[in-house]
Nanobody, 116 residues
Framework: AQLVESGGGLVQPGGSLRLSCVASGFPFSLYDMTWIRQAPGKGLEWVSSIPSAGTYRFYSDSVKGRFTISRDNSKNTVMLEMNNLKPEDTAVYYC??????????RGQGTQVTVSS
């Protein structure tokens, strides 16, 4: 499995970013997908998950109402729309094969920095 994230960057508080993750090497449409993040000096934190069919979406309390996960199975892509970003959202964001709690493979990550 290969996962490649993109879309990170530097944004001011209150701003928005859209992350993408392109997957290959496995039947993407059959797998739940997850976004996780790691802030400086901290462990991995679950952010959001979406089932294979995309019927439901699950979010951590820290991002609920601000982030939206989606997927396009025709393009083997999972996205994370992030709005009203806060400094505490600063982290490296990874997509992971599998649902919440999965120990499946993840990509190299994309840096998100929220700062004025």
């Amino acid at each position: 499995a290969q996962l490649v994230e993109s879309g990170g960057g530097l944004v001011q508080p209150g701003g928005s970013l859209r992350l993408s993750c392109v997957a290959s090497g496995f039947p993407f449409s059959l797998y739940d997908m997850t976004w996780i993040r790691q802030a400086p000096g901290k462990g991995l934190e679950w952010v959001s998950s979406i089932p294979s069919a995309g019927t439901y979406r699950f979010y951590s309390d820290s991002v609920k109402g601000r982030f939206t996960i989606s997927r396009d199975n025709s393009k083997n892509t999972v996205m994370l729309e992030m709005n009203n970003l806060k400094p505490e959202d600063t982290a490296v964001y990874y997509c992971r094969k599998g649902g919440r709690g999965s120990s499946g493979p993840r990509g190299q990550g994309t840096q998100v920095t929220v700062s004025s």
